[in-house]
């Protein structure tokens, strides 16, 4: 657990509602009490926790979690909660720092007990966790920012969570270099596409009214879809998604790097490109 002078030190300039999470003894971080929200943070936001929030963290994935309530507590779907553990490998030594962005969203930054923020995508399993994730070779975090950066910093666009394929050099694969992008891992649920905050932030992305029509690029192939906005505008999303992952075979933990068309600031297209030859 960070120390206290820390964790204000972290927070000290944030405005929006926030809480800290890490491990009591005999906790670990599957159990029941960590999937839930403090009552004074889903108090102070009336309305914003309804059924689900969306979780972003520095290297620009995010997770959907839906949520359920047992009598006055608000707890995350167990499933959604554990993928959300189990894709970034936490541990003992973890400090989870939650901020409310807007509606529904957080923003979700992991500290060490050194004070040392994880930066990067998590590449493997720790060995502290390993009792947890026996069959998994040890590695570490990358951790190369202290606690004292800001706490609204937004890393630039970088790959997303770690699946079964290390993407490296995403931008090789781009049609157009001057595309914005991003690498999407498929998780369990992937029946919608999103596009990652700080990819939006970066390229200053707009989109259509919902229901307004896109397309999704691939070899030889061109398949339909429609856009999406959620939470007043502030998560644009993609359906046909669940069509393309099913007729191309994507599995989860799959890597494609998705290149943004654009007719204008608009986001028109997906462009997908597959990491291996056995995904076309």
Partial sequence: MLPKSVTDK??????????????????????????????????????????????????????????????EDLFMIEEDWDEFVNDNHLGPNDNLFFKHDSTMFLEVQIFKNDGKEIIDAP?????????????????????????????????????ERQGCVDVKNPELYLLNPKNPYFVKTLSKRNDVLYVPKPVIKKYGLKFGPTHSPMHYLLPGDKINGLTKLYGGGDAPCFNGWVGLCRKYNLKTGDSVVCELERSGDLVTAVRVHFINENMR
């Fill in 10 to 71: 972290i927070q000290e300039n944030v405005s929006k509602p926030c809480f800290w999470k890490s491990l009591s003894p005999g906790q670990n971080w599957k159990s029941k009490s960590m999937r839930s929200f403090p009552a004074e943070f889903v108090i102070s936001m009336p309305g914003s926790l309804e059924h689900r929030v969306v979780f972003s963290v520095r290297w620009g994935n995010s997770w959907q979690l839906w949520l359920e309530r047992e009598k």
């Fill in 123 to 159: 590449l493997e399993v720790e060995p502290e966790t390993e009792q947890l994730h026996p069959t998994t070779p040890k590695n570490f975090h990358k951790e190369t920012t202290h606690a004292s950066a800001s706490a609204s910093e937004f890393s630039e666009n970088g790959p």
